[in-house]
């Protein structure tokens, strides 16, 4: 093999000094220039044919263990999803019942305020200072912020990430800057209409390909 492949650099070498020196001004040197690119595309040939069978081969290996891989992974995905949507589940009851009991608290430290302002009003209003009673009760009634702990153990290793997710309710009013063109289906048919095609918003033009045969 390391003896084909230093044959095939020794021959692309010779064909890359030679093409580099052509400069087509007239038919003669056009005609040699075409002689080079089908040279060119033989050996090309020549190099993918060396090689298609140690692909082949490569692939077949590379293909067989990455099934095995995935076959033997698949084994552990009812069991991790499992687990963590059982850890999820009780992590967002965990978290309810914190919201919740910092609800519960926060309305009783308001509760507590409320009665100590209204219990002061009611001596500022035996003392004669009704406005100062008033302005009291009127003023709102501010708490400190409360906050509890879950119960859910911080385990190294694992973390919660938000992930904002999205689902396609109605195609027709998504704006078009979300939308993507079907760039293959678009070639289809121009390949296939040729210069009949016509696509608003697409420049559709003729080139020429250098072909051998």
Partial sequence: MEDKIKQLELAENDLLVACLSVKVFNPETYSQAAELVKAIKDLKKEITDFFEPMKTQAYKAWKSICEKEKEQLLKLEPAE???????????????KKRREEEERIRQE???QEEERRLAIAEELEKAGQKEEAERLIEE?????????????????????????????EDESLIPREFLMPDEKKIRKYVKAM????????????????????
Avoid: C
């Avoid at 040729?194 to 045969?213: D, H, Y």
């Fill in 81 to 95: 999803k499992h687990l963590s949507a059982e850890m999820v589940a009780f992590m967002q009851e965990q978290e």
């Fill in 109 to 111: 430290l308001l509760r």
């Fill in 140 to 168: 709102e009634v501010v708490v400190p912020n409360v906050r509890i702990e879950n119960e859910v153990p911080k385990v190294e290793g694992l973390h919660y990430r938000e992930d904002w997710q999205f689902e396609i």
């Fill in 194 to 213: 040729g210069g009949a095609a016509k696509i608003p918003g697409v420049k559709i033009f003729k080139t020429k390909i250098l072909v051998k045969g």
